[in-house]
């Protein structure tokens, strides 16, 4: 057992050190860690998004191993990329250490953060090591290139909604961990915690979609068979109305569509409540919803989930801008306005 | 007064459009604020640098205004692009807000963050804005481009090492603060408290020194005419030993030529303290250390005074690899090793 005090005799330099010679450097990257800044290979379209993830509120370290949460760490924000139709590229980890973190807990911290980086071709080029007071934080920050990104705002009329994998996994995985004295079969808890705490971020899925060169970005086709993305991070119901409202459209979902998995329609009847709740409004899906033209719409589909395995279900379309941004249709025709997002905040 | 109540009635997706309307969007940004990622023009050399900000390790709030602490923000990563030979194009800020933050706190706080990008001529293109349990926290990645990144590991015997402005004045502010008992001339004072918590990120003088054109980045001379840089955040002994070991060199500083401000003399000997230690191992000075061919150090210097007001003075040399990174040189022909960095951990 490696103690707080030792961490603190290794100090920030030692750190820093020890860190630089686990992780990888990968193509893109001409100087990782070391210099005042990190230096990549140019970049055609640079894309950049952060994700902040504070203890006690984004994750609890009773809960989540420190391995899974490097893993989801760097997830999310590839997640990001992965919709605006990119490749990652590098990131960057600052991290803020707190009074309570060990040198073992930082190390499966790193090696987790490294993992995913391997799983993405992505490098851990640079960031900050601090000192928190308190909890522990992290900012990680992905670097990726998309030559032709693929916004939120480009969904015609007329085109399809699609969405990859399942809806509603990590709001049940969250509902087990905040319920733990609760029976489930074994294997739909094991499935909806590992969907909540080491979510895959569907970046082949959206190279699949565009048929691009996970090498150079190029995409096969142009225009792109997507218009429009984004990975549902917020619940589906409030990233729908984000999109509808930056393309100034309205989109309809056919809730008997959308897709539940087995596990999580389980664990919402052992539980008395609703899948469909989780599946609209559960944060943290990192799926993608996708707008396709609907004579690709298929082609699309069929390319994914040969690419990857990964299912992909179409659970509406874009429709002329009305007063709601979502419409919900049930399957007796009933129509309801969709709720709002997830507020972090 | 705004409560932290309204605070958190606003929400997150509230604070981010009140910000998304502050802040500019600069050339060399397509699109910023509200999309899965920000998408920047295309970057010939993107360099990358993260900063973490932590109340209480890093400031705090009853001594730095916010606005000032803003400016400070992205100045400190400025300098670090500026210490590359680089141009800043974005600056991404993960702010973690605190129970204690209120909307005026933070209002005065983007309001420094937005004038910084304004003197930089940079873009506050994305970011994260998450809740903290405790203290805030602030993560700063800025990206620039730098066709022809100077790094602090080429440095060439027989170059000799230059210094812009003063040193130590950061530490006597910062020391002004920890004996608020202390009386002191208020210029000095007041001098001394700007350089500690509004520090200028040298990039005019980085751009004079390499005659870089301030809008391709172009240099009008390869090689560059500076062979080495960086920005001495951590106390220019410690910075100075980073420049040497990378470099495989030694260096030689002058101690009598070490440009102190008559401001920081004046208050270390009110203390009855060292000036010289202020300097050396003082942190958070963000004065670029040079390293220069010889024939070209009057050259330099005279195009940063010139173009910027900005001394520089020359304060030593690099010499072959000896056991000590840094050697000081007393008036006397003394020669000692320096010491070490401060550690921030």
Wanted: glycine share 8%.
């Amino acid at each position: 057992m490696i103690t707080p005090n030792q961490l603190h005799h290794l100090g920030e330099f030692g750190l820093i050190a020890r860190w630089r010679n686990q992780l990888s450097q990968r193509a893109g990257v001409r100087l990782g860690i070391g210099d005042d800044a990190a230096v990549l290979d140019s970049l055609q379209v640079p894309i950049v998004t952060c994700d902040g993830l504070v203890e006690k509120v984004h994750f609890r370290r009773d809960w989540t191993a420190p391995r899974a949460l490097g893993r989801k760490a760097i997830s999310v924000n590839v997640s990001d990329i992965a919709a605006m139709g990119g490749r990652p590229v590098a990131a960057f980890i600052t991290i803020a250490i707190g009074p309570n973190d060990d040198l073992e807990f930082l190390e499966e911290l790193y090696a987790g953060f490294e993992e995913a980086a391997a799983d993405y071709n992505l490098s851990i080029a640079g960031g900050d090591t601090v000192r928190s007071p308190t909890e522990l934080m992290l900012n990680i920050t992905v670097i990726g290139d998309a030559p032709m990104p693929i916004l939120r705002s480009g969904a015609q009329v007329g085109d399809l909604l699609l969405v990859t994998g399942t809806l509603g996994d990590s709001a049940a995985g969250l509902a087990l961990l905040q319920n733990p004295s609760l029976t489930v079969p074994a294997a739909a808890g094991t499935y909806l915690l590992q969907r909540h705490h080491d979510p895959t971020a569907r970046l082949a899925e959206m190279q699949a979609a565009l048929q691009m060169s996970p090498v150079t970005g190029q995409l096969a086709s142009v225009p792109p068979d997507v218009t429009a993305a984004l990975d549902i991070s917020d619940g589906l119901a409030g990233d729908a109305a984000h999109m509808a409202e930056c393309s100034l459209v309205s989109l309809e979902i056919e809730v008997a569509q959308l897709p539940i998995s087995p596990s999580c329609q389980e664990t919402a009847a052992i539980m008395g409540v609703s899948a469909l709740d989780w599946a609209l409004r559960g944060g943290e899906d990192y799926e993608l919803l996708l707008c396709v033209p609907s004579h690709l719409a298929h082609d699309v589909q069929e390319r994914i989930t040969k690419a990857t395995g990964t299912q992909v279900t179409v659970i509406g379309r874009c429709v002329p801008r009305t007063s709601d941004a979502v419409i919900l249709i049930y399957p007796d025709g009933t129509r309801a306005a969709a709720g709002s997002a997830f507020s972090h905040f």
